[in-house]
């Protein structure tokens, strides 16, 4: 039971050293991210279809 113990207390100071060293890393990244294009929105086929079924039944009413 102690090598439990000390093998989950080891794991917990291995994660929280690898947590704080990653850290600066991120945002040293984050500025190389700004020099990227901004990506299009692009929708869903999904919600297309809807809209597309909701302005034909709409166009279908209203004559």
Known sequence: M????AALVA?????????QASAPEAASAAPAAKTTKAKK???KK???KKKAAKAEAASAASE
Do not use: E, Y
């Open 46 to 48: 999904h919600v297309a």
């Open 11 to 19: 794991g917990l100071f291995a994660t929280a050293a690898f947590a």
């Open 2 to 5: 102690n090598k439990l113990i």
């Open 41 to 43: 929105h692009v929708a």
